[in-house]
């Protein structure tokens, strides 16, 4: 008999749709936000007019923007935010941009209601691996301020209260858990993603495909996620094919909005396995961005728990449109075909070669998804292997 528990987000509502400075307005009146802080991207804040028009409506209680945020969000950059917060006795935070943006915010309520003023004083708050196996997760005090998110890429980091952030001094990154670190509410506008760059875009489809599948595939599936994660399939394989022939079809972008927010349900609920755990230890060390780690890691792994998950991908096969085809032929094919690399030997990163795998899988062995892959990996040999299967 299965036994699960699903938890639920505090997370109050979802705009779909709606224009993105028609929500913020509606979002601030209702919480009687005074003190609101943002947080963005630089090339979204200089180099379009996104922010400043989804701002519009709320300008006036707008005391404090920053727009520094770095990939695989360093904790300098985290450290950053949760000062300014303190410094403008902020009142609401409003997060406008992909996951970065997003997971630099909730980290940085971590820091801010646990008094975090030093990269050192984040260790003690990070989700860890104990000396004996168990699971170390620590939960943080309320923050004074919740998010608002305003994503522009497919992540689906506005619907989960997890927040990763790579600490520099060893190239690894740690995921931060908390109740209100994540967004109290979520504003899905299509218009605004015309901004983001077509593979930020394209990429961050693939990593919720990978969510949706994961999911399917996790150890500790549930039934709720099982249905949502089917539905996101068919609508991400429908919108991300749409793009390549009409990138302005603003229906198909929010179509892709619906699919990375079903996708997401599975976000903390069900285990993921070695396209998310060595995803992180390969974008820590090499720089790779999460959706680009999905596009070069999914395939392999699909085909490494094809065996012990025979129902599960046939079902993926299934929602991707063909169930006579092998679901990881699929999932390869559609990346391809959006122009991405699926292979690891493709990413062409200056210094990275084959020589970085043994290292990748030692890191790798450190996350909690690796150890929860549905077919089990039990040393970083078995690991590196995969890798190497990814790499050719």
């Keep these: 008999m299965k036994t699960g528990v699903f938890n639920y987000l505090e997370l109050d509502r979802v705009h779909f749709g709606t224009p993105a400075a028609e929500a913020l307005q509606t979002e601030a009146t209702t919480r009687g936000a005074q003190r609101i802080v943002v947080v ?4 979204l804040n200089r180099k379009t007019d996104a922010v400043t028009a989804a701002l519009s409506r709320i300008q006036p209680q707008v005391v ?27 009142d609401l935070v409003v997060s406008i941009g992909g996951g970065t943006v997003i997971d630099t915010v909730k980290v940085a309520l971590v820091a801010l209601a646990e008094g975090v003023t030093t990269v050192e004083g984040l260790d003690a708050w990070h989700m860890r691996v104990a000396p004996d196996g168990s699971r170390v997760t620590p939960q943080p005090r309320p923050a004074p301020c919740r998010q608002i998110a305003v994503p522009t890429t497919l992540s689906g980091a506005e619907f989960s209260d997890l927040g990763g952030s790579t600490d520099t001094r060893f190239g690894t990154k740690q995921g931060y858990t908390g109740a209100f670190i994540g967004a109290a509410a979520v504003i899905l506008d299509p218009r605004i993603t015309v901004h983001t760059p077509e593979r930020l875009w394209l990429s961050t489809g693939v990593r919720a495909v990978d969510h949706a599948v994961e999911a399917l595939c996790s150890v500790n599936a549930q039934p709720l996620i099982d249905a949502t994660s089917v539905r996101a399939l068919a609508l991400l394989g429908r919108s991300l094919k749409r793009y390549v022939t009409a990138p302005d079809d603003l229906d198909a972008r929010l179509d892709g909005q619906m699919g990375a927010w079903l996708a997401a349900t599975s976000i903390r609920r069900t285990e993921y396995g070695a396209s998310h755990g060595l995803g992180h230890a390969l974008g820590a060390d090499a720089g790779v961005p999460h959706g680009i780690t999905s596009c070069v890691l999914l395939p392999t792994v699909m085909r490494f728990n094809a065996q012990v998950c025979a129902p599960q991908m046939a079902e993926i096969a299934a929602a991707l449109g063909d169930a006579s085809r092998p679901a990881a032929d699929q999932v390869e094919a559609m990346i391809a075909a959006l122009g991405l690399p699926t292979r690891l030997s493709q990413l062409a990163i200056p210094g990275f070669g084959p020589e970085r795998l043994a290292t990748i899988a030692q890191k790798g062995m450190a996350n909690p ?24």
Excluded: M, Y
Aim: glycine share 2%; hydrophobic share 40%.
């Design 40 to 43: 963005t991207s630089k090339s």
């Design 64 to 90: 404090g923007l920053f727009d520094e945020c770095v990939e695989h969000t360093p904790r300098e950059s985290v450290l950053a935010v949760a000062q300014l917060l303190r410094d403008t006795q902020a």
């Design 369 to 392: 998804w690796v150890h929860t892959n549905p077919r089990k990996i039990s040393d970083a040999a078995q690991l590196e292997a995969l890798l190497q299967q990814a790499w050719a």
